[in-house]
């Protein structure tokens, strides 16, 4: 047993031990899958144990591996505390950009509240991750949520993203409306419609490009550009006011008089990661990291039906993440 582990090694026990699969530990960590494949035999070495049982389709955990699991987490903490403290970061706030008090980001981020108490998580109010991109960029936010393929690719090659979810889309249409009677609305069904969906706003560049190509073909309408529209209340009045259609997520705000309805059909998707400036490391970070990987594998949040719609970019980019 030696007296001394390379807190890298333990980097890539905990890495590959979260994912159960070398690849995609080796993308989380920027290094390539045979130099993680090398530090875990060399950590496995070290200790006279194996870590890992692997067969050509899956990688698990030895009984051994899940008793180090937990104490490798709290070494690597307390080596990023050490980091922190030493470059002064210690006490700085992790500025997270949410759109609002519900869906992926703001359920990742309370979540990560509640699993580090003694860590300052602070929400930042901002909608759409090509706006909340620059700002990480320009030192203003550290992380934020959003559909990272529909960033520009001078953008994203300076950012990090984790995959959290595939949040299924809806419409949010007039409560009297016929169609509001349905569970779920078939795409066809909006042939003929103008959906609001941000063009305009410079902020959401990557949802607008995404509904494009949804309504493409489909004969359904994108709502002319409208200057970005701050705040639920002012959203409301504002919608309603234009009459407008709006394509949503399952999750979004209330609005009085309009109903929200999954969209059928195929069941189109829209991405979402954690999205992160390259070699930030904080504390809370790995908290809100942790805490996204948690939820998306407790509530299956990356699966999805075969026939769902997505781009393949964003296929790629959510494999790759």
């Not at 890539?12 to 130099?35: C, D, G, K, P, S």
């Not at 309603?240 to 399952?250: D, I, P, Q, Y």
């Not at 998306?296 to 959510?318: F, S, V």
């Amino acid at each position: 047993m030696p007296h001394d582990i390379d807190p890298r090694l333990l980097r890539a026990f905990v890495a590959t031990a979260e994912e159960l699969h070398f690849t995609r530990a080796a993308a989380r960590l920027y290094i390539a899958q045979q130099a993680l494949s090398r530090d875990i035999r060399r950590l496995e070495r070290d200790l006279g144990a194996a870590l890992f049982v692997r067969t050509t389709r899956q990688v698990g955990l030895t009984t051994e591996g899940a008793r180090l699991l937990p104490h490798a987490r709290r070494v690597l903490t307390a080596c990023e505390a050490f980091a922190a403290a030493a470059s002064g970061r210690e006490g700085r706030p992790l500025l997270v950009a949410v759109g609002a008090q519900i869906g992926t980001a703001f359920d990742v981020l309370q979540a990560a509240r509640r699993s580090a108490p003694e860590l300052e998580l602070v929400a930042r109010h901002q909608s759409g991750l090509t706006g909340a991109a620059e700002e990480i960029l320009a030192g203003r936010l550290d992380a934020a949520f959003g559909r990272f393929s529909g960033l520009a690719p001078a953008v994203a090659a300076r950012l990090a993203h984790l995959p959290v979810r595939f949040e299924h889309m809806a419409v949010l249409l007039p409560e009297n409306h016929r169609l509001s009677a349905l569970d779920r609305i078939p795409l066809d069904a909006l042939e003929g419609r103008t959906l609001y969906a941000a063009a305009g706003n410079p902020a959401t560049a990557e949802w607008t490009d995404l509904a494009t190509q949804l309504f493409a073909g489909r004969g359904i309408r994108l709502a002319e550009p409208f200057p970005e529209i701050e705040g639920a209340d002012e959203f409301t009045r504002v919608v309603r006011k234009r009459g407008w259609w709006v394509l949503a997520s399952t999750e979004f705000i209330e609005v009085p008089g309009m109903v929200l309805r999954p969209l059928c059909d195929p069941i189109p998707l829209s991405p979402i990661s954690l999205v992160w400036r390259t070699g930030l490391r904080h504390p809370a970070l790995d908290a809100l990291a942790a805490a996204a990987r948690h939820l998306t594998r407790q509530r299956i949040w990356l699966e999805h039906p075969p026939a769902a719609w997505l781009p393949p970019e964003d296929r790629a980019a959510m494999r790759t993440g």
